[in-house]
């Protein structure tokens, strides 16, 4: 039974740093890619970032500068390092296993606000 | 940037059929994916690479593809079948869309 169990801050004021972690339970950890996914209230998901076993990382165009995702493979876990964050990046943020060109496991959700 | 198009809302009885559609330019070169979300919860994948079903998700759920038109069809629709959909494919630079999103009503 493959879980994934996401973990970090919810509230950030603006500019700070938004840091989430996402640990892996059961199943494999180096046949995927893992990715951060994230929906403001009320609106359409947005793929944020991906990384694979080794490494490789895919990022969002729009995001690509403020954004980093990281792994370490021992722990089982990957997570997401957005800087400089506005009002604009309130959202819930997933974890998500990639699979085939689709996401088939999903972390439970982090609700994270930006609020002065 | 790339878009993937879905009406915003599609109602249908009980036992009906519910058809939801997702247009965008790069379908016919690149796989589609649909999503079930319930409010408050995680989204759920309920088709791959356009038509196939992954284990557990019950049989009345189907894709279809056709050109840039891509179609989630919900047969004989439950109550319980009430979500959000959400289409989802890739675009030539190897990052992934989501679509605009569906709200499926059961009367």
């Known amino acids: 039974q493959v879980q994934l169990q996401q973990g970090g801050a919810g509230l950030l004021k603006p500019s700070e740093t938004l840091s989430l972690t996402c640990v892996v339970y059961?199943?494999?950890?180096?046949?995927?890619?893992w990715n951060w996914i994230r929906q403001p209230p009320g609106k359409e998901l947005e793929w944020i970032a991906e990384?694979?076993?080794?490494?490789?990382?895919n990022y969002k165009t729009s995001l690509k500068s403020r954004v980093t995702i990281s792994k370490d493979t021992s722990k089982r876990q990957f997570s997401l390092r957005l800087t400089s964050v506005t009002a604009a990046d309130t959202a819930v943020y997933y974890c998500?296993?990639?699979?085939?060109?689709?996401?088939?496991?999903w972390g439970q959700g982090t609700m994270v606000t930006v609020s002065s | 940037s790339y878009e993937l198009t879905q009406p915003p809302s599609v109602s249908v009885s009980p036992g009906q059929t519910a058809r939801i559609t997702c247009s965008g330019d790069a379908l016919p070169q690149q796989y589609a994916y649909w999503y079930q979300q319930k409010p408050g919860q995680a989204p759920v994948l309920v088709i791959y690479k356009d038509t196939e079903r992954p284990s557990g998700i019950p049989e009345r759920f189907s894709g279809s593809s056709s050109g840039t038109t891509v179609t989630l069809t919900i047969s004989a629709v439950q109550a319980e079948d009430e979500a959000d959909y959400f289409c989802q494919s890739a675009d030539s630079s190897d990052t992934y869309v989501f679509g605009t999103g569906t709200k499926v009503t059961v009367l």
């Open positions: 990384i694979n076993h080794s490494g490789r990382s």
């Open positions: 998500a296993r990639g699979h085939d060109g689709g996401f088939d496991m």
């Open positions: 059961g199943g494999s950890f180096s046949d995927f890619y």
